[in-house]
């Protein structure tokens, strides 16, 4: 329950000072959360207090392994109740991401190549192409506004044959938009098909609502950037066959040519664990905890409403997705109109210093259709890529908001978009000169200032790969 924080709260190295070509030194507006969150201060404090009594887990009888063993352990049970999983039918896995939890699922569920995943057009990458290497894609298709209805899904659901799971994302990381979860699943489980829940980007902002077979969710997200996520699902999915990853930690004997595989979810967790990661994701989901889910959701969804409605007001700028009356989580995708993504996101960065994101966000046919791009500008898109020329690349702008987002910070950017806005619209007299890396497709100032000289850029930096 609450203990009297409520969000904004400071996150650890949120008082940070970035250059800027004007000479000036100015508080870095981090408006790009979705890509990945800084830490709790109670998760570094945890990591900090955890640190001197790190040891193996698992394999060591002294007292350091017992203690690291433990933590690791209500780690373990605290990520299950937080997906709102089921101690006695469920498991959760430690692992490194998302990514990794969907890719991990993929292989466990053991489906064959006719086997049909009905997955939607919505998705991260990370919910389509594991998808795709070992199963046949169904999709629900979405409108132009980026959304889809149950009824959508149920169709796909009862198109034949009936899939085998349904692997749909919580939360769009591109648009907000949050599909409606409970009516999705309880679609499929009156169908009997099992749902995978992307829960990237639900899990920092909403509640996880029970009934999911499947969810997989990542640390960095949610404020726990110590490289451990989760895939939370059925035991009995993991009881039987050869794990992911096959090594020590997962066995319970091995002769040369014979092994007994041990039980879930040890056996799925070949290799020493990130026990460090698991500790701060068990301390990100207590702090999350602490300070309440109402406030959180309340701060959040004023956030949405005043970045979405505000870039929607703006003159020049076109915001994707459903209208920004529509509850979604504080996220905005948007294009100025006759400005590049790269250029306006090197913009406000170098000019402002506030951190977007641009490009496609890993979520490349949610892009094209939010953008209303036809097959043969893809193709010609597809051809330049292949030639190495990321120049043309179509994409979006993205800023997304967390808990230590002010109105402040929400503020800054409305009147930095705008600025770059009316500038695209009227002539570039006086803009600061840019050049476009061809190789990247990312814009860096020509500058001479501290921290814009050419030399600062990072060997191979690119924000948009997707
Ligand atoms: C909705 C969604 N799913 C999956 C992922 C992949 O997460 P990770 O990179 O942590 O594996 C992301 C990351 O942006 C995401 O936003």
Redesign the pocket.
């Known amino acids: 329950m609450g203990k009297g924080v409520s969000p904004p709260v400071a996150l650890v190295g949120d008082d940070m000072v970035v250059p800027c070509l004007d000479g000036t030194d100015r508080r870095y507006v981090n408006l790009d959360s979705?890509?990945s969150t800084s830490a709790l201060p109670a998760v570094v404090d945890a990591v900090e207090r955890f640190v001197p009594q790190y040891s193996s887990v698992h394999r060591g009888a002294g007292y350091k392994s017992r203690r690291s063993t433990a933590a690791y352990e209500e780690a373990r049970a605290a990520l299950l109740a937080f997906a709102a999983g089921d101690p006695e039918h469920d498991v959760a896995i430690v692992c490194r991401?998302?990514?990794?939890a969907i890719n991990h699922l993929a292989y466990r569920l053991r489906l064959e190549p006719d086997d049909v995943v009905l997955t939607t057009v919505v998705e991260?990458h990370?919910?389509l192409l594991p998808w795709g290497r070992v199963a046949t894609r169904r999709y629900v298709e979405c409108g132009t506004d980026g959304t889809f209805s149950v009824d959508d899904v149920v169709a796909g659901l009862d198109a034949g044959p009936r899939p085998r799971l349904l692997a749909v994302?919580g939360?769009?990381?591109v648009t907000g938009w949050l599909p409606d979860l409970a009516g999705i699943v309880a679609a499929a489980r009156e169908r009997g098909v099992p749902v995978l829940v992307?829960a990237?980007?639900l899990a920092p902002h909403r509640p996880i609502p029970p009934g999911a077979d499947y969810v997989a969710f990542?640390g960095?997200?949610l404020y726990a950037p110590f490289g451990a996520?989760a895939l939370v699902g059925r035991r009995a999915t993991f009881a039987d066959g050869d794990p992911f990853l096959a090594g020590g930690g997962a066995v319970d004997l091995v002769d040369l040519d014979e092994v007994v595989w041990s039980a879930p979810p040890e056996r799925e967790e070949a290799g020493s664990p990130n026990v460090v990661g698991a500790v701060a994701l068990h301390a990100a989901i207590d702090e999350l905890g602490r300070i309440g889910w109402e406030s959180l959701v309340a701060h959040e969804e004023a956030l949405a409403r005043r970045l979405r409605g505000g870039l929607a007001a703006t003159p020049g700028v076109r915001l994707l997705g459903p209208p920004p009356e529509a509850g979604t989580l504080a996220i905005a995708t948007f294009v100025v109109e006759g400005a590049h993504h790269a250029l306006v996101a090197a913009r406000l960065s170098a000019e402002h210093g506030i951190g977007v994101r641009h490009g496609c966000f890993?979520a490349h046919p949610y892009l094209i259709r939010l953008l209303g791009l036809a097959h043969d500008e893809v193709d010609r898109y597809r051809a330049a890529l292949r030639t190495g020329d990321h120049r043309t690349m179509p994409g979006a702008v993205r800023a997304s908001c967390g808990i230590a987002t002010t109105d402040a910070d929400v503020d800054a950017l409305l009147a930095a978009v705008a600025q770059v806005a009316a500038e695209a619209a009227g002539g570039s007299a006086g803009v600061p000169a840019y050049e476009q890396d061809p190789v990247t497709g990312d814009f860096w100032p020509v500058s001479d200032r501290p921290g814009w000289q050419a030399a600062d850029r990072g060997p191979g930096a690119s924000c948009a790969v997707g």
């Open positions: 979705a890509a991401n998302t990514t990794e991260h990370a919910n994302t939360a769009s990381n992307d990237a980007q990542s960095h997200k996520g890993c």
